[in-house]
Structure formats: structure tokens, C-alpha cells
């Protein structure tokens, strides 16, 4: 009966180990997916202040315009859209 009883605690012991030791590798590949896309859209954003000036802006024929830029990031390719609303700033 004891037998029996240790047998099943290492089993579940072994299939803990066994989902932990699988989820840790997943959990690390997700983690770093999300660093590359966060890279990618820091770098957009700064390629999107670098190309928007007054001159651009008034070419715009209307208040809302999108940016599209192929980004690509330790070997991944990502697609950043940015969404802008173009405003008038008051006169002081």
C-alpha cells in the first residue's frame, strides 16, 4: 500500500516536472518575441518623426492618415502601422 502510494507521488512529481520543464523554454520564446515587436516599434516611431514634417502634413489632404513600415528586427520581419491624427496647434 505504501508502495503503491510513492509510485503515484512520483509520477505526479515527474509529470509536474516534466509540464515545467517544457513551459519554461515557450515562456522564454514568447518573452523574447515580444522584446523584437516592442524593438520594432520604437524604431517605426522614431522613422515615423523623422519623416513627418510641416511640409508633409500639409500635403495631407485629410486630418487622419496611416504609416505603414516593414521593420525588421534580429531576422524577423514586422509590419508597423501607425495611426496619426493630424491637429493644429493653437496660436499663444
Known sequence: MVYTEILYAMLVLMLLLTI??????AQREILNESIRQEKAQIIAENMFWETVDATY??????N??????????????YKVDIKAIKFDRPEN
Open 20 to 25: 515545467i520543464a517544457t513551459t519554461i523554454p
Open 57 to 62: 502634413l500639409q500635403n495631407l489632404p485629410d
Open 64 to 77: 487622419k492618415f496611416i504609416l505603414t513600415y516593414y521593420i525588421d528586427v534580429d531576422g524577423h520581419r
